[in-house]
């Protein structure tokens, strides 16, 4: 992974912004399209707001399925939870930067997937869980803005 895929992402929120037209999509290694502009966690960006702007990419790779709900390691794997009709994800670094352990990540996850009841041994044991690892590669604005300078 390199800064170039970070760069595409603000390319399109610039493009976007300003009115413009999409830019060409690049040919990333095992790329798919997501959505930066439809996330009700977060209020829409602003022109104004996009030079004070990092962005991170994560490209998730290594997935193995069907595993007991404490068969990854903390920091290591992010963690993706199934229970009856509820399911949840969490990259690798968010249970390590909240200091939490296994337990405490399912139980958090668990509730992000709007599950709100007991939580005992049988749940633990009914749940799907799939780990996967990650590569990571942060930009800010500036970054982005310099690149297109050389």
């Known amino acids: 992974m390199t800064p170039d895929?970070?760069?595409?992402?603000?390319?399109i929120l610039s493009n976007h912004l300003n009115g413009d037209s999409p830019p060409t999509?690049?040919?990333f290694e095992n790329s798919k399209n997501t959505s930066a502009f439809n996330d009700s966690r977060?209020?829409?960006?602003?022109v104004e707001e996009i030079s004070h702007l990092s962005c991170a990419v994560s490209i998730l790779d290594d997935f193995e399925d069907d595993l007991k709900w404490d068969n990854w390691d903390v920091g290591i794997h992010g963690i993706k939870i199934n229970y009856k009709s509820h399911s949840a994800t969490y990259l690798p670094e968010v249970a390590h930067n909240q200091g939490w352990t296994?337990?405490?990540t399912i139980v958090s996850l668990l509730k992000k997937?709007?599950?709100?009841?007991?939580?005992?041994?049988?749940v633990l044991a009914s749940l799907s869980l799939v780990r996967y690892q990650s590569r990571k590669h942060e930009a800010h604005?500036?970054?982005?803005?310099?690149?297109y300078q050389q």
């Open 141 to 147: 604005y500036q970054e982005w803005v310099n690149s």
């Open 25 to 27: 999509e690049p040919q």
């Open 42 to 46: 977060f209020s829409p960006i602003t």
């Open 113 to 122: 997937a709007g599950y709100y009841g007991h939580i005992n041994v049988k």
């Open 102 to 104: 296994k337990y405490e």
């Open 5 to 11: 895929h970070c760069f595409y992402c603000f390319e």
